[in-house]
């Protein structure tokens, strides 16, 4: 009698909602995603129990996330890995010995960050055992694809958190909307989820005389879209009339990374930084440093309320970051918070923090009001 071969399970860790798009180029090539629960505090104790004590969080996770991946049967698990400054290029071979020493036997294997279609290519050629460029090149469209469509979300849900009339609504809404980009894996299904997600969005009701303030959210990109790492800060925003936009997204990394040029209609983050930053910063430092100091030129120059900066504790980039800050106060004239997480970030202190935060922009923006409304009586008399 003839069996099927089972299909090889592929884990990634997660970030955010990444999980969707690159689970649809491993169901395309034939392989099965293992898509381990979303990361928790069980997560966080199981990384945080296997790792050295001084390094960050998003490692941590990463770890606790391929342990219950391993656990759960994946037959791999799949890192990214970069070169340069950040500590990211050594955390590969300190994870893949951490799962030895540990006694997995599963296979680890890693994606070289900046190897472009090419690096994403031989991803798929080693855990498929397929040699396809036209499956290959679909499998990279589609996921592409997907990434665009998940960011594109989120920044609706974003617009739509802030002016909610029934807490809650945006939330209950866009899930549902994740499901239409989940489960179409050809393009042409893509586009019929494009009218579906904007049908189940605009179910929403908004209250758009509402007095909102806009922030950007900039920082380590892990932190910045793992909502476990950053305790949700969106909602939170979200839920005190705050429109947020993050600075660092997948789609940005892709554009930057990924992309050929010849497809980029715009200039791109990394393009952006190195035009921005240069005052300040003129060189980079390694993880998202020089993106961070060019994101609040970028706030600034584009009138926003307030910018919010997140880091994992000891993450050396982004320590730089913060201790440029100060001097970028002397000539630009937005509000900064810094915000620095681990295991130990407490989330009562947290909100608190933000809380104040909001306050703060909020009586800015109403002195500002006044005095432009003084500014016009003035000028009519």
């Not at 006694?103 to 040699?131: C, H, P, W």
């Not at 998202?288 to 997140?310: K, P, Q, T």
């Amino acid at each position: 009698m003839r069996t099927d071969k089972p299909k090889t399970k592929v884990s990634f860790p997660h970030m955010g909602t990444v999980s969707i798009a690159w689970a649809a180029a491993l169901r395309i090539i034939g392989c099965e995603p293992y898509v381990e629960p979303y990361t928790s505090k069980k997560t966080l104790s199981l990384g945080t129990k296997h790792s050295p004590e001084a390094i960050c969080l998003p490692y941590k996770l990463i770890l606790g996330n391929f342990i219950e991946a391993i656990d759960g049967g994946t037959d791999y698990v799949a890192m990214i890995t970069s070169p340069g400054c950040c500590r990211l290029g050594e955390y590969g071979k300190c994870i893949e010995n951490a799962l030895t020493d540990l006694g997995y036997k599963t296979k680890y294997i890693e994606m070289q960050l900046y190897d472009g279609i090419k690096g994403m290519y031989n991803f798929l050629r080693a855990v498929s055992g397929k040699n396809n460029p036209f499956l290959f090149m679909r499998a990279i469209v589609v996921a592409i694809t997907k990434a665009f469509m998940l960011d594109a979300l989120e920044n609706k849900l974003f617009y739509c958190r802030a002016r909610e009339v029934n807490y809650g609504d945006s939330e209950k809404h866009y899930k549902k909307a994740l499901k239409y980009i989940d489960e179409n894996d050809t393009l042409h299904g893509l586009k019929k989820a494009k009218k579906q997600i904007e049908e189940e969005m605009n179910k929403v009701e908004l209250d758009n005389n509402r007095d909102i303030l806009n922030v950007d959210i900039t920082g380590e990109i892990y932190v910045v879209n793992d909502e476990f790492s950053n305790q949700n800060i969106e909602r939170e925003l979200g839920r005190m009339g705050v429109q947020v936009r993050r600075s660092l997204t997948l789609t940005g990394f892709l554009k930057d990374a990924i992309i050929p040029k010849i497809f980029r209609k715009e200039e791109t983050h990394l393009q952006r930084a190195n035009r921005l930053a240069k005052p300040y910063l003129s060189r980079d430092i390694g993880g998202d440093s020089l993106e961070c100091v060019s994101d609040v030129v970028y706030a600034d120059n584009r009138g926003i309320d307030g910018i919010i900066h997140l880091s994992p504790f000891t993450c050396m980039p982004e320590i730089m970051s913060q201790n440029i800050f100060p001097t970028m106060r002397e000539d630009k004239d937005i509000p900064i918070l810094a915000l620095i997480l681990d295991e130990q970030t407490g989330r009562a202190g947290y909100i608190t923090r933000i809380e104040a935060f909001v306050d703060l922009m909020r009586r800015r923006k109403r002195k500002f009001q006044m005095q432009n409304k003084k500014e016009d009586t003035v000028g009519a008399v």
